[in-house]
């Protein structure tokens, strides 16, 4: 394996950045190149297996806790009876790998969108901007934002903006709270603003608001 390194960590940043695609096609170029240079089965049983067994460790080391029994997987590559079938099971592997990474980091970024969503509720009367949630969950904002728009649908002004709005709604049921005082106690400083936010999503201003509720 020493020679081919480049091209095995290559694989390796494919399979982080879930290009599975890729990943396979760089699989079928190693094998051709095995079998362009006349290799023995056994050499080449034991580049399959030490391909999986580098491609998981590489893996491992980078903080995914992949699934693969490597003893079984041994077995199953020494049982394959030609080199078409040890090829297809080497594929086989390959795409297990790339779907395992894949699962990992979906079920990672949801519980990250998550954690970022609990910050949200429990602060949502304080300043709270994109880079302070991001900040909290240890991201960068950039790759935040996008992430908590593929994960909510909703980009992350909207998301706070809305919950705020719904808070206030229910604080409107406190007759006694003065519009200044309840629009600070979500999170807003100009009850101007405040109030155009709440009429763009509720379609009534504060006051018209408690007024139908009454």
Request: glycine content about 4%; proline content about 2%; some cysteine.
């Amino acid at each position: 394996l020493e020679n081919r390194k480049p091209l095995l960590d290559k694989i390796v940043v494919q399979l982080i950045s879930r290009d599975e695609a890729s990943v396979l096609a760089a699989g079928g170029a190693l094998w051709e190149d095995l079998e362009n240079k006349e290799f023995m089965p056994e050499d080449i049983y034991k580049f399959a297996k030490s391909l999986i067994e580098y491609l998981t460790w590489n893996l491992k080391r980078n903080g995914y806790q992949i699934r693969l029994d490597m003893e079984i997987m041994g077995k199953e590559l020494s049982s394959s009876d030609t080199l078409h079938d040890l090829k297809a099971m080497v594929k086989f592997y390959l795409t297990h790998l790339s779907r395992e990474i894949s699962n990992l980091q979906t079920n990672g970024e949801r519980k990250v969108v998550e954690l970022a969503k609990e910050f949200i509720f429990a602060n949502y009367a304080g300043d709270l901007s994109l880079e302070i949630v991001a900040d909290h969950i240890h991201m960068n904002s950039s790759y935040f934002s996008v992430l908590f728009k593929k994960e909510t649908g909703e980009n992350f002004i909207d998301f706070v903006t809305r919950i705020r709005i719904e808070k206030a709604k229910e604080l409107l049921h406190d007759y006694n709270l003065k519009i200044y005082d309840l629009c600070r106690r979500v999170g807003y400083y100009s009850p101007k603003h405040f109030s155009r936010l709440f009429k763009e999503l509720v379609g009534l201003t504060p006051l018209e608001y408690r007024n139908k509720i009454r």
